[in-house]
């Protein structure tokens, strides 16, 4: 099960950390991500993790923006969002794979959190 949080409204510019909390004692068997639907829009891929942190996946509007991040002692997912715009408004989901690699379409993901909401203002 996974839970997503940390999402709130802040002004264009500002900065938020999402986490995600994954219950059980796999966590490190799971490749995670981060992905985010607009209003009227599809769910798109963000970022993705592997099984150890050790390699990222971005997409390409959010690189050098965003930062993925996970702490397999504490079964968190992280996604550190910097110099937030409007058009990041969405609400933002965390899912996992049980896989080592990262993987950045949401059709390889079986598990999902139930979302959190980010809204910046211009």
């Known amino acids: 099960q996974l839970q997503a949080f940390g999402g709130g409204l802040v002004q264009a510019g500002g900065s938020l950390r999402l986490s995600c909390a994954a219950s059980?004692?796999?966590?490190?068997?799971?490749?995670m991500g981060w992905f985010r639907q607009a209003p009227g829009k599809e769910r798109e891929f963000v970022a993705a993790?592997?099984?150890?942190?050790?390699?990222?996946d971005y997409a390409d509007s959010v690189k050098g923006q965003f930062t993925i991040s996970r702490n397999n002692a504490k079964n968190t997912l992280y996604l550190q969002m910097n110099g937030l715009k409007p058009e990041d408004t969405a609400v933002y989901y965390c899912?996992?794979?049980?896989?080592?690699?990262?993987?950045?379409?949401?059709?390889?993901?079986?598990?999902w959190g139930q979302g959190t909401q980010v809204t910046v203002s211009s």
């Open positions: 059980g004692s796999q966590f490190i068997n799971y490749a």
């Open positions: 899912a996992a794979k049980a896989a080592r690699y990262t993987f950045t379409s949401r059709r390889d993901y079986g598990y």
């Open positions: 993790i592997n099984w150890s942190g050790s390699s990222t």
